[in-house]
């Protein structure tokens, strides 16, 4: 079976503005492309990707969609645009009018980045949420526990939108175990359009002496809260780059759902993916 990578980003700061990628992220800054993700898709049997946004701007998922149009690997697109404009239909159907348009499957904000916890209730978000339905696009949580009540909300208002939490809401592993997590979590779960990635966790433990048994404790609460089913295995690479290789973070997910049954790890590891984002490239319907 070929995997399914839901997580990974692509840049250049020669392009873009990363501001974030500063201090200890500093090793980050420099272009990562489709020419260095392969060899690792290639070594891992990775099949498919899903490419996420990383700046708050319609050109990089202009950019984005254009290079998933000449990347067998890149099936979906998880863009970004202006959820606060009223003008947020013009702005999808102009993405979708584009070179690879029919990539687009999702849209992401940083709502972590937000000085407002509720940022995503605001009644202009929550408007766009409805624009989101229409054109049948996924709708990814970059939030971290302190959102996680706003997101209850939302998915509780909406719930023909699919919502896919980045990273798990971003556990503070490094820090120890924190019950407001794991109950904002297991609330957010009881959702039935709610799915969850498991990546990212790498870096919210410590970088240089993480082990798989720090991430066992915070795998296990996302599979008792969302189930095989609604659980998807990302890279989130280059970001892991800081803490593990690809191939490590991969090992990782790998052992953490080893209890598993085949079928089970088969949906966490590709299924459950292209199941929710639904890209319109058929070369990976075996995957479903």
Request: charged fraction near 20%; glycine fraction near 8%.
């Amino acid at each position: 079976m070929r995997l399914v990578d839901a997580h990974h980003h692509l840049w250049d700061p020669e392009v873009g503005q990363y501001p974030w990628i500063t201090g200890a992220f500093a090793p980050l800054r420099r272009r990562f492309d489709v020419e260095d993700l392969r060899p690792h898709l290639l070594a891992n049997n990775v099949g498919a990707t899903i490419v996420v946004q990383v700046r708050s701007d319609l050109a990089e998922t202009v950019e984005l969609l254009e290079l998933s149009s000449r990347t067998d690997e890149i099936v979906g697109v998880v863009g970004w645009a202006d959820l606060t404009s009223p003008d947020i239909a013009r702005q999808i159907d102009g993405l979708r009018a584009g070179i690879g348009g029919q990539n687009l499957v999702g849209l992401r904000h940083g709502a972590a980045d937000e000085p407002d916890p509720r940022w995503l209730v605001r009644d202009d978000v929550d408007a766009a949420m409805r624009i989101l339905a229409e054109h049948a696009l996924v709708f990814d949580l970059e939030i971290t526990q302190r959102e996680l009540s706003a997101a209850e909300t939302l998915a509780a208002r909406h719930p023909d939108v699919r919502f896919v939490v980045d990273h798990g809401a971003k556990p503070p592993i490094a820090r120890g175990w924190s019950q407001q997590w794991a109950d904002g979590i297991s609330a957010l779960a009881q959702h039935p359009n709610v799915w969850c990635k498991l990546s990212g966790l790498v870096t919210e433990a410590c970088w240089n002496t993480w082990a798989p048994s720090d991430l066992q404790p915070y795998a296990d609460h996302l599979l008792t809260a969302f189930g095989p089913s609604r659980l998807m295995f990302g890279s989130d690479w280059p970001v892991c780059e800081l803490a593990a290789p690809y191939g490590r973070v991969l090992a990782a997910a790998e052992i953490c759902i080893a209890g598993l049954t085949a079928d089970q790890r088969r949906m966490i590891l590709g299924a459950n993916a292209l199941n929710v984002y639904q890209p319109t490239n058929s070369d990976f319907e075996g995957h479903r």
